[in-house]
């Protein structure tokens, strides 16, 4: 029997121990993890971009070959996801994902006697692109988070190898080689692409994440993880300890967390569960090391009427406990508070409530600064608190507090509790909720990092359990990669609690969901350029302009050559008539444009000199002629790209040029003889145009088109301390409906480049395809003006009489009608015959809000009156806190843009006074 109840009470102890709940937990739903795709996908899209790929050989059918200088030029962005899949594990998969790689070759081919050998350049294009790499979740000992790559699997779809340069059936030997040999490379490095950012990147950085964090000057947060995270086909949940200790002791609280409320929904990223014992373990370290101390004097207490003086005429301690009034006159009572037990925090559904135990100590401090004692108080306390939110601050206020006393030892004989509780009940009501109400309406911000905001924020109280409901919001840092440790910010009020870091193991599991991605990159420009095919069209047109100026000047090289006994030469040639028929510039794929153009017509006239010779018989002559070229066409490539720099690149691909029907026409005699090498002249003419036709477009490309974007700047001075930074994000893209650029659109200041700490929204999509070009302007670039403005006090405005056009007496001090002196008489009287200033600076950076239709500004700032005395003295006057929101609506005419506000709100409060209460309705 005995040892049934031993094993038993075993299997309860080890129940009980392997069924620890957390004080903290983290769920990410399926949202969260598509946003930590996007983030993903654009890390890889930049990491492939940047590969190089090793120089290839082999040989094949009498063929050696080499491959060298492999260049992935274009890269296009796969449909991909992560699934979740089961215990600890997800699954990232990408398809249609296409590539492109440009080369050089080299070959020799020996058949028998026979040996030659070529080279020239090799485009690769891959389709429909694939890749599947399993991701394994775990915790190392100390409770960090742990990522390894499973296994990974790619497959390079359908490939097509072009050569560029002639004998193609000899490169067509060796074509299906290369192909196979570049794909597996390709496998191979795509996987260890993705292996190498997860096992690498995203566990160093896993690696070095602290498990606890101190807050303040004592205490510290355990937030190590207490198992892997686990994964289920709907969210992945960590569960973290979640326990505050005292900094130089480490011994846990003597309580056990209770169960969390479960979450049910999941139409947020993330979703974070604070029990009630995180709270529960802070008060109770708090408590056990004595800084529950809280002193209540006469400096504390707002109201005019002191209630702890021991003397008065109204109502005060000392009237309200005799004795103290007759031991102590002329003296003021001291309310000496500590905690007798810890507090604890109960949180129900929709409710926070705080119940607390203490002793309270009176002491009379006499005008000689001397301090006895009186009697102490046992205290029982209890305090309902309704907590709201705004953005993404959690604000507080007392709903109700009740405390209920009982003197416990005195020192000036028999207290009169009923009085006691009378004055605690005011202490209450005057003292400490205002003072509670304070602290809960400057609030409680909620963490973010450098680089990760929450974002959409909301939260509810369940049974134990506090619930955080948010969105997450990247926002990128491309100069370097900022702290990741979440920061919470308390305000300066909180005496033990002046800056909190916490918590690094927040963003330690989003980091291992979103796979290392919190070092990429925005993929939202602030600033869009698009341009329909009706823009491309123009474009056209002034490139065949340009071309036509270009051709008429082209020199042609003088021709010989010989046949049927004629030697002949052709010098002198100039391109007399140049008409480009039908032109157009077509939008393609990726970033590439084509440009063809058909029926040109050309004429050259030249000088001719010919040699005949058949046996005895010797003639020459020379003359001028006519070579008229109709239905002549060409086509080129174009692809567009960015520099590191962030500068437009342009470079044309391979160009094919068709010289159509030529007709000669000889002035001179003999035409039998001219027409012996007629034939010769057209096909070489017609060679000559030919190629100084495509070497004409692609140096017009690649020197004219190309330098001039080369010297492009991407950042311009907007007056003298901003500038726009408006460089390419990535290559132009191209759809066959219209070319987009995506660039930067920030505002910055010029001797200080440190970017906003916000990212740009994403912006509508242009619908219209009717104008050539359209630009989209996020509220990011106006947002960040004012950021940049306010940080660095430009925001500053004094307005005075002057500034005023039409009744420049409403600032006077002294007038027969309406002014300032009148409406504000307090200033009328102290200042007669004076002027008002108003000296108006921001308190926080405006918003500008666009939506449909509309356009909108918030801004916050302090306004601060002066009297300008005649003597040209200053006096400060008050403070008002203003508070404004402003629509404008926005019209266009005469190519300006023309703007008018219809609705303007301004809410105000007088802040600080030197010259008393003021009328606020004023």
């Not at 037990?341 to 309270?360: E, F, H, M, S, Y």
């Not at 440009?595 to 010779?613: M, P, Q, S």
């Not at 801004?859 to 008002?880: C, M, P």
């Amino acid at each position: 029997m005995w040892l049934f109840v031993s094993v038993h009470v075993l299997c309860v102890l080890f129940s009980t121990i392997l069924a620890t709940n957390p004080g903290f937990r983290l769920r990410i739903t399926e949202d969260g993890l598509n946003y930590a795709n996007q983030v993903a996908v654009d890390l890889v899209t930049k990491k492939v971009k940047t590969t190089k790929l090793p120089d290839q050989s082999g040989d094949g059918k009498n063929v050696k070959y080499s491959l060298t200088n492999l260049d992935i030029r274009n890269f296009q962005p796969p449909r991909s996801s992560i699934t979740l899949a089961s215990e600890s594990d997800l699954q990232w998969k990408a398809t249609n994902l296409a590539l492109e790689i440009d080369g050089k070759f080299h070959y020799k081919y020996k058949k028998g006697f026979i040996r030659f050998s070529g080279g020239g350049s090799v485009n690769v294009k891959f389709s429909d692109i694939s890749f599947s790499v399993g991701v394994n979740l775990g915790t190392d000992g100390s409770g960090k988070p742990t990522i390894k790559a499973g296994k990974c699997s790619c497959d390079s779809g359908p490939v097509k190898v072009k050569f560029r340069g002639g004998l193609a059936w000899i490169y067509n030997l060796f074509s299906g080689k290369v192909g196979k040999i570049i794909a597996s490379q390709f496998q191979s490095k795509m996987c260890g692409i993705i292996q190498d950012l997860i096992d690498k990147n995203a566990q160093e950085s896993l690696s070095t994440i602290k498990v606890e964090v101190q807050l303040g000057e004592f205490l510290t947060l355990d937030y190590r993880l207490l198992a892997a995270p686990t994964v289920t086909s709907e969210y992945i949940e960590a569960d973290l300890k979640g326990e505050i200790f005292w900094k130089s002791d480490k011994s846990e609280a003597p309580f056990a967390p209770p169960a969390m409320a479960t979450v049910t929904d999941n139409k947020k990223m993330v979703y974070i569960t604070l029990s009630e014992y995180i709270f529960n373990t802070m008060t109770y370290q708090a408590h056990k090391h004595n800084i529950l101390v809280f002193n209540l004097t006469s400096q504390n207490i707002k109201s005019k009427d002191d209630a702890l003086n021991t003397t008065c005429t109204e109502i005060c301690i000392g009237k309200l406990i005799p004795q103290i009034g007759k031991s102590f006159p002329n003296s003021q009572v001291e309310l000496h508070m500590k905690s007798s037990k810890p507090p604890v925090t109960r949180i129900t559904d929709g409710n926070l409530g705080v119940a607390a135990q203490g002793d309270i100590d009176l002491y009379a401090r006499k005008p000689d600064k001397t301090l006895h004692h009186l009697f102490q108080i046992a205290g029982t306390g209890s305090i309902a608190v309704t907590l709201t939110i705004n953005e993404t601050v959690i604000h507080g206020s007392v709903e109700d507090m009740k405390i209920k006393l009982n003197v416990s030892k005195s020192s000036i004989g028999p207290v009169n509790e009923k009085a006691l509780q009378f004055l605690v009940d005011s202490a209450i009501k005057t003292t400490i909720t205002p003072m509670l109400n304070d602290l809960g309406t400057k609030g409680f911000p909620m963490p973010s990092t450098d680089n990760l905001k929450l974002n959409q924020f909301d939260f509810k109280l369940l049974q134990n359990t506090m619930l955080i409901e948010t969105n997450l919001k990247y926002i990128p840092e491309p100069t370097k990669i900022k702290s990741t440790v979440l920061k919470f910010i308390p305000r300066a009020q909180y005496k033990y609690f002046q800056r909190v870091n916490l918590s690094k193991m927040l963003q330690a599991i989003i980091l291992t969901c979103i796979l290392f991605a919190t070092c990429i990159n925005s993929t939202n420009p602030g600033l869009r350029l698009h341009i329909t095919q009706n823009g491309i069209n123009y474009a056209n047109t002034v490139a065949v302009d340009l071309i036509s100026k270009t051709v008429l000047s082209a020199r042609i090289p003088d021709q010989s050559g010989s046949g049927h006994h004629v030697e002949y030469n052709i010098y002198g040639m100039v391109i007399k008539n140049f008409q480009l028929g039908t032109s157009s510039i077509k939008l393609s794929s990726g970033s590439d444009l084509k440009w063809t153009t058909a029926n040109i017509v050309l004429e050259i006239d030249g000088n001719f000199h010919y040699k005949y010779r058949w046996h005895f018989i010797k003639i020459s002559d020379h003359g001028r002629f006519t070579v008229q070229f109709s239905g002549m066409s060409f086509s080129v490539g174009i692809n567009t790209g960015v520099d590191g720099n962030g500068r437009p690149t342009i470079k044309s691909a391979q160009c094919a040029c068709n010289s159509g029907h030529v007709k000669f026409k000889f002035h001179g005699g003999r035409a039998w003889i001219y027409n012996t090498f007629a034939g010769k002249v057209s096909k070489a003419i017609s060679k000559q145009f030919q190629e100084k036709m495509c070497g004409i477009v692609q140096n017009l490309i690649n020197n004219n088109a190309q330098k001039s974007l080369s010297t492009m700047k991407v950042q311009v001075k907007l007056g003298k301390v901003l500038t726009l930074d408006y460089r390419l994000m990535s290559a132009p893209k191209a759809t066959p409906q219209y070319m987009e650029a995506s660039l930067k659109g920030e505002i910055l200041w010029t001797s200080d480049k440190t970017e906003a700490p916000f990212a740009p929204q994403s912006m509508a999509p242009i619908t219209d395809s009717k104008r050539m070009v359209y630009i989209t302007l996020s509220d990011y670039v106006f947002n960040t003006m004012f950021y940049q403005a306010h940080k660095h006090n430009m925001l500053v405005f004094n307005l005075t009489s002057k500034n005023i056009k039409d009744k420049k007496d409403i600032l006077n001090t002294t007038c027969s009608g309406l002014c300032i002196g009148k409406f504000i008489p307090q200033i009328g009287k102290a200042f007669p015959n004076s002027t008002v200033e108003l000296h108006m600076l921001s308190t926080k950076p405006p918003v500008t809000n666009i939506t449909v239709g509309a356009l909108g500004v918030r801004a916050e700032g302090n306004i601060t009156l002066f009297a300008r005395k005649s003597d040209k003295s200053l006096h400060y006057l008050f403070t008002i806190y203003a508070k404004a929101s402003i629509k404008v609506n926005l019209s266009m005419a005469n190519e300006m843009i023309h703007g008018k506000l219809y609705d303007t709100k301004i809410q105000t409060k007088v802040t600080d006074s030197a010259i008393g209460a003021i009328n606020v309705s004023i």
